[in-house]
């Protein structure tokens, strides 16, 4: 059977050629407008599911980031604290050697009983370091402080639950130290063996047996401060890792997303072009004729 092209036929070719055309070119200016190339899931089924999953990534990548933030901060904060307890016992010790040598007179061994006194207040402060409210050495205890004074008695408030960030999806870091296992409780505690060594300078007792107490007070607060100096180098280590991770991914995301617009312009201005040669072309070959105004 020998088909007939009409001239309603080719009207009806050309329309559909031109129209198709022009869906292109709509396609393109809108692209070009919203810098993106995907404008809507039908554009590129696999492109959004590629997308989507990117970005979920890149959210959890700036919770995490506020995670090592946070834990950088508590973590810096205790660092201090235990930089400036090393040193307050170092001042005792030294404090607590002058007092045993033969030469000190009663009234210059309540001299350094008076200082000593007064570290013992610079230690429970640093004890009771606070960081955006919460205390560094309480765990998850909300009490305001992780030690305190009643008659010479020094009691211990913290949870016992370590207080954790986490730094990546399979990380979890504790940002808290242990405030007893550094200073120690109640008789035991480093607080009280101050106590004991001023009344006992204020009583023109013998202090020579402090010496080895008051070294493994601080040996004890050396390893809770190395301890935590792992935990903090840990956490720096995670927030470059990070920022690698973050690059990346965003550069996934704009590799899925984001436009070529130069090569869509210029995409756009070809198909300008090959519309308006398009028009011209259909208007010179379906020329109206005489059964046009008879139908």
């Known amino acids: 059977m020998i088909s007939r092209t009409t001239n309603q036929t080719m009207a009806r070719t050309a329309q559909q050629n031109l129209q198709a055309s ?6 393109l200016q809108e692209q070009v407008t919203s810098s993106a190339t995907i404008g809507r899931p039908s554009d590129d089924p696999t492109g959004t599911a590629n997308a989507l999953k990117v970005r979920s990534e890149i959210r959890a990548n700036v919770q995490y980031g506020s995670n090592q933030s946070d834990a950088e901060g508590w973590l810096s904060v205790t660092d201090s604290a235990l930089s400036n307890t090393t040193k307050i016992l170092g001042r005792v010790k030294d404090l607590a050697l002058s007092a045993t040598t033969g030469t000190m007179s009663p009234s210059d ?4 009983a008076t200082e000593l006194a007064g570290l013992k207040t610079d230690l429970l402060r640093e004890a009771n370091t606070t960081y955006l409210g919460r205390t560094v050495f309480a765990g998850t205890s ?27 999806g399979s990380t979890l870091m504790r940002v808290d130290t242990d405030g007893e296992a550094v200073f120690g409780s109640g008789e035991g505690s480093v607080f009280r063996l101050v106590d004991d060594l001023v009344k006992d300078l204020n009583e ?3 202090a020579s047996g402090y010496l080895t107490k008051i070294d493994s007070a601080a040996e004890t607060v050396r390893m809770e401060h190395s301890a935590l100096g ?3 180098a840990a956490t720096i280590k995670a927030k470059d890792t990070l920022a690698e991770q973050s690059i990346s991914l965003e550069s996934r995301r704009s590799g899925i997303e984001d436009l070529d617009t130069a090569k869509v312009i210029m ?12 028009l011209a072309v259909t208007a010179k070959a379906l020329q109206p004729t005489l059964m046009d105004f008879l139908r």
Do not use: C, W
């Open 22 to 27: 022009m869906s292109r070119m709509a396609k």
């Open 109 to 112: 061994r309540k001299a350094i």
């Open 142 to 168: 909300d009490t305001g402080k992780a030690f305190t004074e009643d008659a010479g008695s020094y009691d211990y408030s913290g949870s016992g639950t370590p207080t954790t960030r986490r730094l990546d």
């Open 204 to 206: 023109n007792n013998d």
């Open 230 to 232: 792992v935990r903090h």
């Open 267 to 278: 995409d756009m201005k070809l198909q300008e072009v090959a519309y308006q040669a398009a």
